[in-house]
């Protein structure tokens, strides 16, 4: 089984900020041991002798007003320690990787943005699934999200998507159950989830990429597209970000073959 943890970044309510995020993780079963020991790993450097007290928040971080952010003094050590956290993917298995959907809010001002990013990013994760899965072994997914406000909501719209498609017309037929709900505290790969929402709000909301570049080489790829990332938005046609240049690059290319 292969488990999609999410958190999200952005307030669909601030109106200084232009983008929602909501991004994460995939792995196998298999690899959540490793990943959780590697996070676990950089706690314990960064609190010896309390490690479960760190709970890793990429915003908290960057804030520096609470504990134990608040005795690092200098911002430089903050976004470190940011990076340093999202880096771990430098190193992971293969089978690791990542998905993001990044949506201009004004470009879609009648839209739920939380639902359409979970129904963009739930349709990507089951295509993974069913692009990896063969005829020896059929891949299944799960989605792991953090406790919200929108929990009862997108348990609905998942249900729903099972039952009756999304509004592309599928059914997600390797997702095997509603999404799940986990506190942040108890779950070190959760952490990761929002510290990766975090970076793709950074890049698009603030053209900050500083944390993204720590990221970019793990989103989901398949023949030159970026199916891992997407930027939602109706205000820049040429955008040049990976995920709208891969795909407008693979269209010419198919266009230019027939």
Request: charged letters at 25%; glycine letters at 4%; a neutral charge.
């Amino acid at each position: 089984m292969y488990l999609l943890y999410l958190d999200d970044s952005g307030s669909i309510a601030n109106l200084k900020e232009n983008y929602f995020v909501l991004g994460g993780v995939c792995l196998s079963e298999s690899s959540t041991r490793w990943l959780s020991y590697q996070l676990e790993a950089l706690a314990t450097q960064i609190c010896p002798d309390n490690p479960r007290q760190i709970e890793f928040h990429a915003s908290e971080i960057y804030g520096g007003r609470s504990h134990p952010w608040d005795r690092y003094k200098k911002r430089e050590e903050r976004i470190d320690i940011i990076k340093r956290v999202l880096c771990i993917l430098k190193d992971a298995y293969q089978d690791i990787v990542i998905f993001a959907c990044a949506i201009h809010k004004a470009s879609y001002p009648q839209s739920d943005h939380v639902i359409m990013a979970f129904e963009d990013l739930s349709s990507r994760f089951d295509m993974y699934l069913q692009r990896i899965s063969n005829e020896e072994a059929k891949q299944r997914g799960l989605i792991i999200l953090d406790k919200s406000s929108h929990e009862t909501n997108l348990q609905n719209v998942a249900a729903k998507f099972r039952r009756e498609g999304n509004r592309w017309g599928n059914q997600l037929r390797n997702i095997c159950e509603v999404p799940l709900f986990v506190d942040s505290s108890a779950s070190r790969i959760i952490q990761l989830a929002d510290h990766i929402a975090y970076a793709v709000f950074r890049r698009y909301n603030a053209g900050d990429l500083n944390y993204f570049n720590c990221i970019e080489s793990r989103f989901d790829e398949h023949q030159g597209v970026m199916h891992g990332l997407v930027h939602l938005q109706a205000h820049t046609p040429t955008c040049t970000c990976p995920a709208c240049l891969t795909r407008r690059l693979n269209q010419s290319n198919t266009i230019t073959q027939h």
